[in-house]
């Protein structure tokens, strides 16, 4: 087995016949004793003899050894008070020969496993913090050792990441799977280590929902079985191949495959082995995947029925499979039942009864500790007592709870949001917290309409907030801690320099993936970026941990209130979206008012949405876009929305042209400019330039959420710039062979094609602004590192290139560094990747993106777009300009000249762009191009605080008024002496 490794690590305190009989007894009996075949009555009397004659002789090394295989053989058997007593005990043994262990035991072997197995005992207690910090420690202490025992830190890895999957941080676990694999012992057990290893990787895919690749592993990891085996801890091994195949057949929709490993499972157990009921709660998940649910709910009842009434079984477990049953009730419309399980499982997590005697109770915040399984239970029980509220008379009190438990969830989901990865986040957000934040609105509302308070606007407010950009609320707050708690700049370098290791090996990776024959060479940047990933952890732990200003302000959670937020507002009218299933929720605010709305909408919605977006992205490749048939459908799709959107709002909110929109989903590929109040009275006549557009009626911004904005206000960086404009204007060789560029994500080649506009604009605009213009060669990826980190307004004009499916592979392109391009490793060179431009530390008031689609990319729920142009805001940027779609080469270039033209007289940049867009609309040449693809495809997200105050104006005025009183005073004075003289 695999802790009999650490027999041969036992050393001794003295010497002679006692102490080798005892080593005998020890190492004899553990090899005899296999936990799925001899009574646990035995192993516990034998080990706890050997405890006590260890002790009495004077050979405590031995005792500590059998206290950890008593402890073990315990968890095996889900015995957890003979495994606390066995770990207090070693425990005790170990504090009172501290000093001569850390004198002797260097390398920790002897202390590893009752460690090891004490973090354990935590997790199962769902102790998770303390659980998770005693694997940490262990893992650092036994990696300083000098010669690292192999076996023992494998086993740590495991028990890690079991934590981590668990409370599914699945991202955050891949990194100890490579380290995994990197310690790996030879030796007689080095195919079980591997089995484990390949089934933890399947395991791993498999919560990805990557099934394939999941199979792959799990396929390869049976090869390491060998005949016969199916005893001890290969047994459990096996148990656990044939679930997770039945899994993975499950997620593939092959439903008798999975049925089939699901039986296996079972021929190899007992029916009373204590590891049945995990077979069965598999096979309840498998049924509930399927949507049959009774019997899915009659396995997992079957579990509780035997783990219920039995103390061997954690209090954790017994809240996971209640959270499932309550779960299933509530997709089989059994609220009350939903709700009387819910509450037993806060019991079993809290001991307190009073949960069933009050369905309604909650348990308090100071008790909590965040967990997928807690948050899902809450989940559940919110949306229970919404569906009661809605469908039982005199159902305010359920109303009343739901909100209180929803408010209660986001309060658990804050805590384990700084826990998790951000693709782990991204993909628990889409599949159960979305849906939460869309039923609190909907709860909000229905209690909003019964009161009329403004107090549940507010709360209203506070889910909207919550369900939208908290990665990059994230980002943003880091970066403002890091500049405002008083780090030393030698930890905020470290810190920088552990950001910049990191990308540069994550571009190797994808490299090296791009590539062939690159194996060797792949597995060693994987576990470089591993081992760099992990003492990045172990550092931010120690800064979290050292300057309490740095967590304070990196974790703070709050929501400004509402009438906060209307404060900033001044003289705009914000109008923030949520879009739910079947409605969209709106919350406006201006300086007097406020206004909330939920519109129930269908599928004319939708094809709306979609028709509008494609007439204005897919214009230039439609054969009818500019005939009768694109006009009538772009004006009734445009009018419609408006008719949605903004209508329920301007007829209400007046007084103002300027509008903040924080869209939602779909509605952020959406220029808001073109929504028509109403059509024209003629849609036989193709006018496209006369239409009575929004934006002849309203300067329009964006912003991703109302927190960014609120914070933006008040804690914008005022910095000093080097320069007041950087422009980059990349060239784009005509020549085939030249054009030729290498891209990661092994999608091959692209052609870029010249653009023949790109160096006037950025020349004009450098003109504009005094600024410096790096055109043709000199627009390389060097130039603009070194220069655009310090300038108010960065400008590039060039391509993009967006990958819809991994955000860090889309990039802008800019010119190949002088003699360097010539092979595809130099070409890369070409490219700055989005995981690059996160890691920039900018500052600058402005970022101009005249390109390609900088404004789209990948849509998650919750985030909205992952775009070129939002990584510039997480890299510190205040505002940016950014593109929808495809842009035309001259329209672009013209509309951007007119905007800087505008801003540098000292317009704010909404008004700016707003004009140049008029401008263009009233200037164009041709009917042709007055079709909005041409003008509306820029949008402004952030501040807009004008960039170019024209002081000099404001001061000439009190001049001018001075000079004039002055010259008054002068001539008074000369008229009354000549009158004095007169009369003398």
């Not at 050997?50 to 053989?73: H, P, Q, R, V």
């Not at 369900?467 to 500049?483: E, F, G, M, N």
Request: aromatic share 12%; net charge neutral.
């Amino acid at each position: 087995m695999l802790s009999l490794l650490c027999i041969f690590l036992l050393f001794s305190k003295g010497s002679g016949n006692t102490s080798g009989d005892l080593r005998l007894k020890l190492e004899t009996g553990f090899n005899e004793f296999d936990v799925y075949s001899v009574s646990f009555d035995s192993s516990r009397s034998f080990f706890l003899d050997l405890m006590n004659k260890s002790g009495d002789a004077g050979f405590w090394d031995i005792a500590i050894a059998a206290s950890y295989y008593l402890a073990y053989i315990s968890e095996q058997n889900k015995q957890y008070e003979v495994m606390q007593d066995a770990l207090v005990r070693g425990q005790n043994i170990l504090q009172e020969h501290q000093a001569y262990l850390d004198s002797t035991d260097a390398d920790y072997s002897l202390r590893s496993n009752l460690v090891l197995m004490s973090g354990f005992f935590y997790a199962r207690n769902n102790e998770l913090e303390k659980a998770e910090n005693t694997f940490l420690s262990l893992i650092q202490r036994l990696n300083k050792t000098g010669t690292p025992d192999k076996a023992a830190i494998f086993r740590v890895y495991t028990y890690i990441t079991d934590l981590y999957m668990d409370r599914g941080l699945y991202e955050k676990v891949f990194n100890y799977y490579v380290l995994m694999e990197k310690s790996i012992p030879d030796g007689d057990y080095h195919d079980l280590y591997t089995f484990t290893h390949l089934l933890y990787l399947g395991t791993y895919y498999f919560r990805k929902k990557e099934f394939t690749q999941a199979l792959t592993y799990i396929r390869t990891s049976v090869k390491k079985i060998k005949p016969g085996k199916a005893t001890g801890e290969w047994k459990s091994k096996i148990i656990s191949y044939n679930e997770l195949m039945a899994l993975i057949y499950q997620g593939l929709n092959k439903y008798d495959s999975a049925m089939f490993f699901l039986k296996k499972s079972l021929d190899l157990q007992h029916p009373e082995d204590p590891t049945i009921t995990d077979t069965y709660e598999i096979y309840g998940d498998c049924l509930s995947e399927s949507n049959d649910l009774r019997p899915a709910l009659d396995y997992y009842e079957k579990v509780y029925e035997r783990i219920k009434t039995r103390k061997s079984y954690s209090t954790f477990r017994k809240a996971q499979i209640l959270s499932k049953i309550s779960e299933t009730q509530f997709s089989l419309n059994n609220h009350l039942k939903a709700l009387q399980s819910a509450q037993l499982a806060f019991v079993a997590l809290y001991n307190d009864s009073d949960f069933i005697r009050n369905p309604l109770k909650n348990p308090s915040k100071s008790l909590i500790q965040a967990d997928k399984v807690l948050i899902r239970l809450m989940i559940t029980k919110a949306n229970t007592l919404f569906e009661l509220a809605r469908n039982v008379s005199s159902g305010d009190h359920y109303l009343e709870s739901s909100l209180a438990t929803y408010q209660l969830a986001t309060f658990v989901l804050d805590k384990f949001r700084h826990e998790i990865n951000t693709d782990d986040f991204k993909e628990f957000f889409v599949n159960d917290i979305r849906p939460m934040f869309e039923n609190a609105l909907k709860a909000a509302f229905l209690a909003w309409e019964k009161s009329k308070h403004d107090s549940l606007i507010n709360l209203a407010f506070y889910f909207m907030e919550k369900s939208k950009s908290q990665v990059l609320l994230d980002a943003i707050r880091t970066d403002y801690a890091t500049t405002f708690s008083n780090i030393p700049n030698d930890v905020i370098a470290s810190e920088k320099r552990f950001k910049n290791k990191l990308v540069e090996l994550q571009n190797l990776i994808y490299n090296l993936k791009s590539g062939e024959d690159e194996s060797l060479q792949l597995t060693r940047a994987q576990i470089e970026f591993a081992e760099t990933q992990t003492r990045y952890d172990e550092m931010m732990r120690e800064l979290e941990n050292n300057y309490p200003a740095y967590y304070n302000l990196k974790y703070n959670t709050e929501v400004p209130a509402i009438n906060d937020v209307r404060r900033i507002v001044q003289d705009n009218i914000l109008i923030e979206y949520s879009t739910g299933r079947d409605y969209i929720g709106i919350i406006a605010v201006s300086k007097s008012r406020l206004l909330f709305r939920l519109i129930d909408i269908g599928d004319d919605f939708d094809e709306n949405l979609k028709l509008l977006l494609s007439s204005l992205g897919d214009f230039i490749n439609s054969e009818e876009g500019s005939g009768i048939k694109g006009f009538t459908d772009f004006v009734n799709s445009a009018n419609s929305l408006y008719l949605a959107l903004l209508d329920p709002v301007l007829r209400q909110l007046r007084g103002t042209d300027h509008l903040i929109i924080i869209p939602d989903g779909l509605l952020g590929f959406l220029p808001f400019d073109v929504l028509l109040e109403k059509k024209p009275d003629n849609l036989q006549l193709v006018d496209y330039a006369n239409l009575n557009y929004l934006i002849k009626n309203y300067a329009v911004r964006y912003e991703y959420s109302s927190v960014l904005l609120y914070e933006n206000f008040h804690s914008k960086r005022k910095g000093r710039f080097r320069n007041s404009y950087i422009g980059f204007a990349p060239v784009y060789n005509q020549e085939e062979s030249l054009k030729r560029t290498a891209i990661r994500g092994g999608k091959g080649d692209i052609f870029l094609t010249p653009l023949k506009f790109n160096d006037k604009e950025v020349g004009r605009a450098a003109k504009i602004f005094n600024g410096k213009a790096f055109i043709g060669d000199k627009a390389s990826i060097s130039n603009f590192k070194g220069s655009s980190l310090s300038a108010k307004i960065v400008h590039f004009a060039g391509h993009t290139l967006i990958d819809d499916s991994i955000a860090d592979l889309s990039g802008l392109f800019f010119s190949a560094e002088t003699g360097e391009h010539t092979t595809e490793s130099d070409s890369r060179r070409d490219v700055i990747y989005l995981n690059e431009l996160l890691n920039l530390d900018m500052n600058s008031g402005l970022v101009i993106l005249s390109a390609c689609e900088s404004g789209t990319g990948k849509l998650v729920k919750g985030e909205g777009l992952i775009s070129i142009g939002r990584a510039f805001r997480y890299a510190g940027s205040q505002s940016m300009i950014m593109s929808l779609w495809k842009i035309n080469d001259l329209s672009a270039s013209e509309i951007i000249g007119s905007f800087c033209n505008f801003l540098k007289k000292g317009q704010a940049s909404d008004i700016a762009l707003r004009r140049a867009k008029l401008e263009y609309l009233t200037d164009s040449r041709n009917a042709g191009s007055t079709h909005p693809y041409y003008w509306s495809a820029f949008v402004m997200i952030g501040d807009n605080e004008p960039l170019f105050n024209r002081k000099y104006i404001w001061l000439l005025i009190p001049g001018l008024v001075l000079m004039l009183f002055i010259f008054y005073y002068l001539v008074s004075r000369r008229v009354h002496n000549r009158q004095n003289k007169s009369r003398k």
